[in-house]
């Protein structure tokens, strides 16, 4: 449906197109642990915006770093008055704690965030921030677009997975006025809307999908801004794409168990919406079923309990599933790649069938750990995604 939709459906356009004067003063945070590595380029970046520099603050946070970052925001805050790192050394260490910390002194209306690894380009602050004059909008996402293209074929499924995801699934739900999903970077929010609705749960350590359910639960919009572009690093190896997989499944399986109810009681959200944002809260259960499904077929198999007709109907129905029911991933990727005018990356579509089953497994165990979350009343700790760019790029 929504590859259909990108494809020759009616597109909705945001705010981008609109010239206005009146611009909402805004803060740009960069949360920051361990990035020398990347810190420098992202503050230049940044510096070279188009927003004009007496609505825009900058606030790197340096958040208990053992590495030389802290150095670096020192020799920028120097030369740049509109630069304001804050340290941190004390209390939990972790995104939304520091986001929290940040919004009780933040000058700007508007907060923009970008993680430490994305290269913002001239004109994305305003692209994001112009939004915001609409007084229904709560918080606006751009789209993510890997730097590191060819680096290895790692970086280039992602690459295809990330078209997928912003060009076709994003794009699509704001079309059809469904739950297009603030992602935590390359984004913003009000700062008193933020506020008001309580800050960031420390322990969730999704803290943009916590975001967005609260923003739709209290009425508010969210605005997917496709033309709003930044470059990020994508991981090198398997090994750290797996660990990011798993914290990303694991923090959605808590905002599941604690905003399913609240939005489905909301008052202010349509039927649809619901629809759609329990199928949101509930796409990282479902490898976890499928996992258990195999497992169970498996064992049913060789203890003999399952004849030669109900092996067969299984085979049948898992290969039904699989070409056709389970294909939504793949339409969605070709014809982003084919809106990207990128005909060449579709050779490498087939490739991303192993993806999805080495996600099974580290969705399936960072689901697990929700669930044990839930039961034994843990607080998972935040992880950092490890950074691969060399200090001469």
């Known amino acids: ?51 004009p520099s007496d609505k825009l603050e900058i606030i790197p946070i340096e958040d208990h770093s053992e590495d030389g970052t802290r150095k670096i925001l ?41 993680d430490a690894d994305y290269i ?96 739709y639960a209290r009425g508010w919009k969210v605005v997917y801004a496709n033309r709003a572009e930044c470059y990020e690093e994508a991981p090198e190896t398997w090994a750290v794409r797996s660990r990011q997989v798993t914290r990303w499944a694991r923090g959605h399986c808590q905002v599941f168990f604690r905003y399913l109810f609240p939005m489905l009681k909301s008052k202010y959200l349509s039927f649809l919406e619901k629809f759609d944002g329990i199928l949101l809260l509930f796409i990282y259960f479902i490898p976890l079923i499928l996992l258990i499904g195999i497992g169970a077929s498996l ?31 793949f339409y969605q990727i070709g014809v982003g790649a084919l809106l990207d005018g990128s005909h060449a990356r579709i050779r490498l579509l087939a490739m991303l069938m192993f993806n999805f089953v080495y996600y099974m497994w580290y969705i399936s165990k960072g689901a697990f750990h929700a669930i044990f979350d839930v039961i034994f009343t843990r607080n998972p700790e935040w992880q950092k995604t490890q950074r691969f760019r060399k200090q001469d790029q």
């Open 299 to 329: 064992t049913l198999f060789f203890l003999g309990e399952m004849n030669l007709f109900s092996s067969i109907f299984v085979f049948i129905m898992v290969a039904t599933y699989s070409s056709f029911g389970n294909a939504a991933p």
């Open 120 to 215: 913002p380009p001239r004109g994305i602050i305003r692209n994001i921030a112009i939004s915001f004059l609409d007084p229904e909008v709560g918080a606006v996402m751009g789209r993510v677009i890997p730097i590191n293209v060819s680096s290895n074929l790692i970086t280039r499924l992602l690459d295809l997975e990330r078209t997928g995801g912003y060009q076709i699934d994003q794009q699509a739900r704001y079309n059809l006025k469904l739950i297009p999903q603030y992602g935590g970077t390359v984004g913003g929010f009000r700062k008193d809307v933020a506020i008001a609705l309580g800050g960031f749960n420390p322990n969730i350590i999704t803290e943009d999908t916590e975001l967005t359910f609260k923003l």
């Open 1 to 51: 449906m929504f590859s259909m939709n990108r494809s020759i459906g009616e597109q909705k356009l945001f705010y981008q197109d609109i010239i206005d004067t009146d611009l909402p003063s805004v803060t740009v945070i960069i949360p920051m642990h361990n990035e020398e590595l990347v810190a420098a380029n992202s503050l230049e970046a940044i510096l070279n915006s188009d927003y």
């Open 74 to 114: 020192e020799r920028f805050e120097l030369i740049h008055k509109n630069i304001h790192p804050f340290y941190r050394s004390s209390g939990n260490r972790g995104k939304p704690s520091a986001m929290n910390e940040v919004l009780q002194f933040a000058q700007g209306d508007v907060i923009i965030v970008f």
